[in-house]
């Protein structure tokens, strides 16, 4: 890696993203202080880098599945954490977002990292709920009882707030313009 | 000195969420590579990344009208930056039949010069029944750029998108 300094993306709780540039030597914690998306007293607070893909290899048998993403070490370096392939760190209180997925009256769970994205919860809904990938791409999420349908590249953590670490989606065909 | 809206659609540019995309390879504002300079405010031109199609390109261009950004949502269409017109009928992106990426990208309303979509000021002012028929997809100033450019990524990147 070189010695430049690369951007970040900081996602965090209830939160637009924010750019941060650090360099490779620079630790972690130093960076997310300097943001202010953290401070010295950061009690509960759990760091996770990249976004977090797990649930799509699930097979499609397994109920209320969880992923396994660990939080990282904030005194690691930027370069140790390879954040200039991970590129998202996300600062949460939530250690996994417990997803209901509503579709045609049945319901799918599972317990994902803060660090997925919307594309990704979506892919592992249509795929448990067997929708043909062709005619599935048209159906999206929307958050339940309302008609909020976060974008593909938001990340699940930025749509809860702790204490409460769960969120409720309806699996919904996306509407054709017409008229 | 710039106008707010020049100055709002630069700060969005500069977005988490905006720079993110362009790390990705999903979509940027037209460079000084394959651009001279961007056309005056409020016109920009930018690029979308395109899922492969046999005969196809890997992006897409847009020349966007950002007048009034955010209150107002862009206008826009896809462009030709050989000719430096709207994309030629033939060359633009065609979505399986009746599908939405078909309907978005029609070119049989307003002579293709606006998308057919709920975030397309164009469209949204000719169908004010979208605001309740497609209440997740209306325009109001806590929207992006990025929200439009990844409405028209999501598309170039379906299964329904059949390459030109």
Known sequence: MADEAIELFIHSQGAKPK??????????????????????????????????????TESGEIEDGEDTHDPVDLTLTIEALELHRHRHVHIHKCRRVAVEVHFNGNMKRHRFSPATTIAVVTQWARKKFDLDP?????????????????????????????????????????????? | MDKPDQRLFAADLNSA??????????????????LPAQPEWPVRILWVQAAVRVGAPERFYLRLDLEGYRTASPTG????????????????????????????????????????????????????????????????????????????????????????
């Open chain 1, 134 to 179: 062709a005619a599935g791409a048209d159906y999206v999420l929307q958050i339940c009882d309302t008609t909020k349908q976060p974008r593909p590249s938001e990340h699940l953590g930025e749509f809860v707030e702790p204490p409460v670490c769960s969120i409720c989606f309806k699996l919904v065909k996306e509407i054709t313009p017409q008229g």
């Open chain 2, 17 to 34: 969420e905006f720079r993110a995309g362009v790390l990705k390879g999903y979509w940027g504002l037209a460079g000084t590579e394959i």
């Open chain 2, 77 to 164: 269409t896809f462009w030709d930056l050989s000719t430096s017109a709207a994309l030629a009928a033939e060359k633009r992106p065609k979505g399986k039949k009746d599908s939405r990426c078909a309907k978005v990208f029609r070119t049989d309303w307003e002579g293709g010069g606006a998308f057919y979509h709920p975030y397309d000021r164009v469209a949204a002012q000719g169908h004010p029944n979208w605001v309740t028929e497609q209440p997740s997809l209306i325009w109001d100033s806590n929207r992006t750029i990025v929200d439009y450019l990844e409405e028209v990524h999501s598309l170039l990147n379906s299964g329904d998108y059949l390459g030109i």
């Open chain 1, 19 to 56: 750019v941060a540039v650090a360099g490779p030597h620079e630790v972690l914690r130093d960076v997310l202080v300097r943001a202010e998306v953290i401070t010295e007293d950061r009690e509960g607070l759990l760091v996770f880098v990249g976004e977090w893909e797990e649930a799509l």
